[in-house]
């Protein structure tokens, strides 16, 4: 696909890795639609470096876990045009050990890593099954190997891949769906420099990636007309260990 003038919709595109996607495609050429939860100003912002790259960008906001939330975005979006792109980027992640985790936690979690990715695949694809389009979904190196206290996310993640493939084949051969597995490439904010240091240990590479390690797959993936149902694995090695 030629990314010059087609319109991709990033959701979770004002912060993290989410930003730095939105601003690949902006610097392809790509319209951005640019979704937020509530970060408004790191929206406007992000909006601001898009602009500046000669990029259109259009701010969207939606609660990913409220399905009448992600219907109201959609109905803004379609007065802005057709999606040739999108990229479920948003997602949620926190800890669920299993002596404290908690239904709700877990509902959260789905709902936003993968029930939104769901229902925004299934509308957009039904519109870009017609004429072609891209669907790229962020998972995790961890749905393959989960590791410990994190359940619930990596259960989603697990889940986001198998959507991944399902998909390819159901929106197949107009559009292609693929993802993006990440390793550590970018750390949350509470964790130490010690338990950074012994995550790098854990990557072949004994290092941390970053945020342009992901967006630059997400290109491949999209530039390529022939990958479909594929699930690019960017974490330094981790899972090999």
């Given at each position: 696909?030629e990314?010059?003038?087609?319109?991709?919709l990033?959701?979770g595109?004002?912060?993290?890795?989410?930003?730095?996607i939105?601003?690949a495609l902006?610097?392809?050429?790509?319209?951005?639609?640019?979704?937020?939860?509530?970060?408004?100003?790191?929206?406007?912002?992000?909006?601001?470096e898009?602009?500046?790259?000669?990029?259109?960008?259009h701010?969207v906001?939606?609660?990913?876990?409220?399905?009448?939330?992600i219907?109201?975005?959609?109905s803004?979006?379609?007065k802005?045009g057709?999606?040739d792109?999108?990229v479920n980027?948003?997602?949620?992640?926190?800890?669920?050990?299993?002596?404290?985790?908690?239904e709700?936690?877990?509902?959260?979690?789905?709902?936003a890593?993968?029930?939104?990715?769901y229902l925004?695949?299934?509308?957009?694809?039904?519109?870009?099954k017609?004429?072609g389009?891209?669907?790229?979904?962020i998972?995790d190196w961890?749905?393959f190997?989960?590791y410990?206290?994190?359940?619930a996310?990596?259960?989603?993640?697990?889940?986001?891949?198998?959507?991944?493939?399902?998909?390819?084949r159901?929106l197949?051969?107009?559009v292609?769906?693929?993802?993006v597995?990440?390793g550590?490439v970018m750390?949350?904010?509470?964790?130490s420099?010690?338990?950074?240091e012994a995550?790098?240990?854990?990557?072949?590479?004994g290092?941390?990636g970053?945020?342009?390690?992901v967006?630059?797959a997400v290109?491949?993936?999209l530039?390529?007309d022939?990958a479909?149902?594929?699930?690019?694995?960017?974490?330094?090695?981790r899972s090999l260990?």
């Amino acid at each position: 696909m030629e990314l010059h003038g087609k319109t991709a919709l990033v959701t979770g595109g004002a912060k993290r890795v989410g930003r730095t996607i939105a601003l690949a495609l902006a610097s392809k050429g790509a319209k951005v639609i640019l979704h937020f939860k509530s970060s408004l100003k790191e929206a406007k912002d992000t909006a601001t470096e898009i602009q500046g790259l000669g990029a259109t960008c259009h701010l969207v906001q939606a609660d990913l876990n409220v399905s009448t939330s992600i219907q109201k975005m959609l109905s803004e979006i379609k007065k802005i045009g057709p999606v040739d792109i999108l990229v479920n980027s948003a997602s949620l992640y926190f800890k669920t050990p299993v002596e404290t985790a908690t239904e709700a936690q877990f509902d959260e979690l789905m709902g936003a890593n993968l029930k939104a990715p769901y229902l925004l695949s299934v509308e957009i694809g039904k519109e870009m099954k017609l004429r072609g389009g891209k669907i790229i979904n962020i998972a995790d190196w961890s749905g393959f190997r989960p590791y410990k206290d994190y359940s619930a996310y990596c259960t989603t993640k697990g889940g986001l891949i198998t959507l991944t493939k399902a998909l390819a084949r159901d929106l197949a051969p107009k559009v292609c769906v693929n993802a993006v597995a990440p390793g550590p490439v970018m750390a949350p904010s509470d964790l130490s420099e010690t338990e950074k240091e012994a995550i790098a240990k854990t990557t072949a590479l004994g290092r941390w990636g970053n945020p342009s390690d992901v967006a630059n797959a997400v290109l491949y993936l999209l530039e390529s007309d022939f990958a479909n149902g594929t699930v690019l694995v960017v974490d330094g090695g981790r899972s090999l260990a």
